[in-house]
């Protein structure tokens, strides 16, 4: 089992920038497992989105056409704790984020099994 908690949400004005923290825990063979790493938001009425996900062997991370070039996924493997940078914060942004880590595939959201309890992201305009 790995845990999963987020932090770092809040409100912000359009424009702005909010960065979101979340640390895994668990045995260490739990963690160590983990493939994949993501970051989803889901906002009342609308169905869950996949905002950034990132491939721990590979190094690499995809994100939504919706975020992308203001949103960046972070890592500090050493602590187990992965980021997301949310800069130029749109009002379409206001959501629930969650983190999300599993062991994949990483463009499914199948591959995520581990699932933080989320945290509010409020942007005003």
């Known amino acids: 089992q790995v845990g999963l908690v987020e932090s770092g949400g809040g409100s912000v004005q359009a424009g702005g920038s909010l960065r979101l923290s979340c640390t895994a825990s668990?045995?260490?063979?739990?963690?160590?497992?983990?493939?994949?790493f993501g970051w989803f938001r889901q906002a009342p009425g609308k169905e869950r989105e996949a905002v950034a996900r990132?491939?721990?062997?590979?190094?690499?991370?995809s994100y939504s056409d919706s975020v992308k070039g203001r949103f960046t996924f972070s890592q500090d493997d050493a602590e187990n704790v992965v980021y997301l940078q949310m800069d130029d914060l749109k009002p379409d942004d206001t959501a629930m984020y969650y983190c999300?880590?599993?062991?994949?595939?990483?463009?499914?959201?199948?591959?995520?099994?581990?699932w933080g309890q989320g945290t509010q992201v409020t942007v005003s305009s």
């Open positions: 999300a880590a599993g062991r994949g595939p990483c463009g499914m959201p199948s591959g995520y099994n581990y």
């Open positions: 668990g045995p260490t063979p739990s963690v160590a497992s983990v493939n994949c």
């Open positions: 990132f491939h721990r062997a590979l190094r690499t991370t």
